[in-house]
C-alpha cells in the first residue's frame, strides 16, 4: 500500500468553526489531492497540489482552503465549517495519471 | 470537459455469475481510463487501468475492462462472482494533459450466496 495517512479518521465538529485536516505521504509523490466523497456523486475533487506551495481549486471548492509547505503535507481546512461539508474526506497522491488514496477522515458538522 | 457515467448505482449478482458494471465517458480528447474498488470504511483501490496499447486490461481480483473508442465506454468485467466482490466499484477519467481524475457516482455491487 502506498503511504498515505490522514488525520484525524473521525472528526466531529460545530458549525461556524475552522476545522484542519491532515494528509501525509511518505512516498515523495508531486500531486497531491482532496476529495469529498458524498452518495450519488462518486468523489469530486476539492483542490489540488502539484509542487510545494502550488495548487488549484477543483469542482468544489467553495469553503475550502489548502496548504503545502512540504512535499509530504498537504493540509485541507475548512474555514467556517457547515452542515453542508458533512462527508467523507479523501486524500490522493500521484506522480503521473494513477492515484493512490488515503484512507478518509469522516467528518460530522453539528 | 469530461464526465463519467456509470448506468446502475446497484447491482446484484449470484456468487459464480458474470459481473458486468458499464461505464460510459465525453472526453474531447482521448482518455487515460481506470477503475477503482471501495470496500466498506475503506480508501479506493485501483483496480485497473487503461493508458495506451491493447485495450483490454487486465486488473487485480479476476477483473478486467475493454476501452471501446466508438462506443466511449469501459466496461468492467468479471466471469464469476465471489463474495468477497462486494464493494462499490468507481470509474474514472483523466486526460492525457491532465493528471486530474473525474468520477462516476459509483456502482455497488452484492454477492447473493
Known amino acids: 500500500d502506498a503511504g498515505i495517512t490522514q488525520s484525524p479518521r473521525h472528526k466531529v465538529t460545530e458549525t461556524g468553526t475552522p476545522v484542519t485536516l491532515r494528509c501525509h505521504q511518505t512516498?515523495?509523490?508531486?500531486?497531491m489531492y482532496w476529495y469529498r466523497q458524498d452518495p450519488g456523486h462518486g468523489l469530486r475533487l476539492i483542490h489540488y497540489?502539484?509542487?510545494?506551495?502550488?495548487?488549484d481549486k477543483g469542482e468544489v471548492s467553495d469553503g475550502y482552503s489548502v496548504s503545502r509547505s512540504k512535499t509530504e503535507d498537504f493540509l485541507l481546512t475548512l474555514e467556517s465549517a457547515t452542515s453542508s461539508q458533512t462527508s467523507v474526506y479523501f486524500c490522493?497522491?500521484?506522480?503521473?495519471?494513477?492515484?493512490?488514496f488515503g484512507p478518509g477522515t469522516r467528518l460530522t458538522v453539528t | 470537459a469530461q464526465s463519467v457515467t456509470q448506468l446502475g448505482s446497484h447491482v446484484s449478482v449470484s456468487e459464480g455469475a458474470l459481473v458486468l458494471l458499464r461505464c460510459n465517458y465525453s472526453?474531447?480528447?482521448?482518455?487515460?481510463l481506470f477503475w477503482y474498488v471501495q470496500y466498506p470504511n475503506q480508501g479506493l483501490q485501483l483496480l485497473l487501468k487503461?493508458?495506451?496499447?491493447?485495450?483490454l486490461v487486465k486488473g487485480i481480483n479476476g477483473f478486467e475492462a475493454e476501452f471501446k473508442k466508438s462506443e466511449t465506454s469501459f466496461h468492467l468485467t468479471k466471469p464469476s462472482a465471489h463474495m468477497s466482490d462486494a464493494a462499490e466499484y468507481f470509474c474514472?477519467?483523466?486526460?492525457?494533459?491532465?493528471?486530474?481524475?473525474?468520477f462516476g457516482a459509483g456502482t455497488t455491487v452484492t454477492v447473493r450466496a
Open positions: 487503461y493508458t495506451t496499447g491493447a485495450t
Open positions: 472526453s474531447s480528447v482521448p482518455p487515460y
Open positions: 497540489s502539484y509542487g510545494v506551495k502550488d495548487t
Open positions: 512516498e515523495n509523490h508531486r500531486y
Open positions: 474514472a477519467v483523466s486526460l492525457t494533459n491532465d493528471y486530474k481524475l473525474s
Open positions: 490522493a497522491i500521484s506522480d503521473r495519471y494513477e492515484q493512490y
